[in-house]
């Protein structure tokens, strides 16, 4: 019989890297930027240009090696992208756990949509 271990649902965490909880932020943000990219079917040196990182950098994020590439920047690259970002910080835990980091990518919002006709 195979033996398999459950998920924490963090790769990271289960393979025991140190940083974790940071890289997964990172990969989430990461795949956004390239999805983004990829939609307007610009190159990498297209994309670099507007996100104001080298094409090798773009290049080396985008294939998840991105240590030396911080948060902040790729909080920034999004806004570049014309994303809104903002950053939510929730209330007390009741408990004395420590709070949790995530990622949420919001699905358009009714105001931001386009009737059909264009209006």
């Known amino acids: 019989m195979i033996e398999f271990e459950e998920s924490t649902g963090n790769v ?3 393979i025991g890297q140190k940083d974790a909880a940071e890289m997964l932020v990172k990969a989430q943000l990461a795949t956004k930027i390239g999805e ?3 939609t307007r079917k610009w190159t990498q040196q297209e994309a670099s240009d507007v ?3 080298t094409q090798p950098k773009l290049s080396k994020m985008l294939r998840g090696q991105f240590r030396g590439i911080s948060e902040a920047k790729m909080l920034d690259c999004l806004a570049c992208l014309g994303r809104d970002v903002q950053i939510v910080v929730g209330p007390a835990r ?3 756990a420590v709070g949790r980091v995530a990622v949420v990518f919001a699905a358009r919002s009714p105001q931001h949509r386009r009737s ?3 209006l």
């Open 116 to 118: 059909p006709q264009g």
């Open 94 to 96: 009741r408990s004395v």
């Open 12 to 14: 990271y965490a289960d």
């Open 51 to 53: 996100l104001g990182l």
């Open 36 to 38: 983004i990219i990829k």
